[in-house]
């Protein structure tokens, strides 16, 4: 069965350097969530989307913004990376917002240097 | 707001003893309940869910948990285990919207 694509698996960054993270959902799965696991940490909840339009927001820096495009992939754009901002970013994806099941990603591993 | 406890950081365990997994969640409307699991250098897989009905949820790979609504837990057992359940395990919430919280996860040590 298809699963959720991310791309690129790992990428590495410098400091205040900008970073593109794709994620592609289930098809037909029309809910994407971004999660940032850093070091030893629980995933955090980011950004998510629903049929194209941001539905809930949570830790999300201001550095960082999100979109979900027609075709129901979704992008994580991370501008002035900072030390900090390495992590393990997961994207999940559900069909419809109610109590479905958070299908999970691989995950990128962006470091920061 | 919805929180989740996993009260051990890590249990360390021998192959085919039994194991238990502790999750407390706090949250002031009604919640559904999950616990993943998380190989190394993988992403998280659903183990099993509480979305309503029965209190004991079974889940893949012979895991299951028991819903607790009085003493908000959700404690995730196997009765034997082996090797490949060596990962980290983590317990999660969801309430209000769709966002998912986690608690800090319990590493599993499986010893042969």
């Known amino acids: 069965a298809a699963g959720v694509i991310q791309s690129p698996r790992h990428l590495i960054k410098e400091k205040r350097e900008t970073a593109t993270l794709k994620c592609y959902p289930i098809?037909?799965?029309?809910?994407v969530y971004w999660y940032q696991q850093g070091p030893g940490q629980d995933p955090q909840f980011l950004i998510s989307?629903?049929?194209?339009?941001?539905?809930d927001k949570g830790s999300i820096p201001d550095r960082f913004s999100a979109q979900q495009f027609s075709d129901y992939h979704s992008e994580l754009n991370m501008s002035s990376l900072e030390l900090g901002d390495s992590a393990l970013y997961f994207c999940?994806?559900?069909?419809?917002?109610?109590?479905?099941?958070?299908?999970f990603g691989p995950g990128t591993r962006l470091t920061v240097l | 707001a919805q929180s989740v406890t996993q009260l051990d950081s890590q249990v360390p365990v021998f192959e085919e003893a039994p194991v238990e997994l502790r999750c407390n969640y706090s949250?002031?409307?009604?919640?559904?309940l999950f616990w993943y699991v998380q190989y190394p250098n993988q992403g998280l897989q659903l183990l099993l869910k509480?979305?309503?009905?029965?209190?004991l949820v079974k889940g893949i790979n012979g895991f299951e948990a028991e819903f607790n609504k009085s003493q908000t837990s959700f404690h995730l057992r196997k009765p034997s285990v082996h090797i490949s359940d060596t990962a980290e395990y983590f317990c999660?919430?969801?309430?209000?919207?769709?966002?998912?919280?986690f608690g800090g996860g319990t590493r599993v040590l499986v010893k042969p």
């Open positions: 999940a994806s559900s069909l419809g917002r109610a109590l479905d099941e958070q299908f």
């Open positions: 098809p037909r799965h029309d809910t």
């Open positions: 989307f629903y049929e194209k339009m941001q539905s």
């Open positions: 949250s002031s409307v009604s919640v559904y």
């Open positions: 509480y979305l309503s009905g029965s209190t």
């Open positions: 999660a919430v969801r309430a209000a919207g769709n966002k998912l919280t």
